[in-house]
T-cell receptor, first 115, second 109 residues
Framework: GAVVSQHPSRVICKSGTSVKIECRSL??????MFWYRQFPKQSLMLMAT?????????EQGVEKDKFLINHASLTLSTLTVTSAHPEDSSFYIC???????????FGPGTRLTVT | EDKVVQSPLSLVVHEGDTVTLNCSYEVTNFRSLLWYKQEKKAPTFLFML????IEKKSGRLSSILDKKELFSILNITATQTGDSAVYLCAVGGAQKLVFGQGTRLTINP
């Protein structure tokens, strides 16, 4: 149990376009989902916390108008990178938390390359 | 500001060696400490620790938490090349996890 999927696994887009990344918890309901970004050889940096049916809470320095998060159901959250630029190229990872023990289960990640 | 510091940042050993990875933290509203293993993709869950002094074990891996001194260690015995990965320590506060920088472990045959 506790499988989280992400789609797409890899995406290349042109500068100025928008990209949507989906995160799904496949076999459990996730009260909270998290979005992280990881640059090469660095640790995971939390971007935002997403609770079903409410607005996401963004970390300091993360532009909410650029990184749009929607958590429409207990099994799906989406991250849309709007007007992407090359500096947005990174590995984006979502995680989902079940109720109860504080464990986060990670999706496989999405590698975004903006050309 | 919440902080998690791992050491060493990088470690290279020979197959069969035993390694100890360290994680110290300063976090308000501590709830739990988690260890993850990250290979090429996203992290995979290893352990969650909430109580001091109780060792958690899974095969050759074990971990323990000291809430008084604010640190945890992850031990790997009889290392194998498949143990090569980045090991991440994360501490859960009231709502979110704060990650350390990770320890890059390389096991040479």
């Amino acid at each position: 149990g506790a499988v989280v999927s992400q789609h797409p696994s890899r995406v290349i887009c042109k500068s100025g376009t928008s990209v949507k990344i989906e995160c799904r918890s496949l076999d459990f309901q996730a009260t909270t989902m998290f979005w992280y970004r990881q640059f090469p050889k660095q640790s995971l940096m939390l971007m935002a916390t997403s609770n079903e049916g409410s607005k996401a809470t963004y970390e300091q320095g993360v532009e909410k108008d650029k990184f749009l998060i929607n958590h429409a159901s207990l099994t799906l959250s989406t991250l849309t990178v709007t007007s992407a630029h090359p500096e947005d190229s990174s590995f984006y990872i979502c995680s989902a938390k079940r109720t109860g023990p504080y464990e986060q289960y990670f999706g496989p990640g999405t590698r975004l390359t903006v050309t | 500001e919440d902080k998690v510091v791992q050491s060493p940042l990088s470690l290279v050993v020979h197959e069969g060696d035993t390694v100890t990875l360290n994680c110290s933290y300063e976090v308000t509203n501590f709830r739990s400490l988690l260890w993850y293993k990250q290979e090429k993709k996203a992290p995979t869950f290893l352990f969650m620790l909430t109580s001091s002094g109780i060792e958690k074990k899974s095969g050759r891996l074990s971990s323990i938490l000291d809430k008084k001194e604010l640190f945890s260690i992850l031990n790997i015995t009889a290392t194998q090349t498949g143990d090569s990965a980045v090991y991440l320590c994360a501490v859960g506060g009231a709502q979110k996890l704060v990650f350390g920088q990770g320890t890059r472990l390389t096991i040479n045959p």
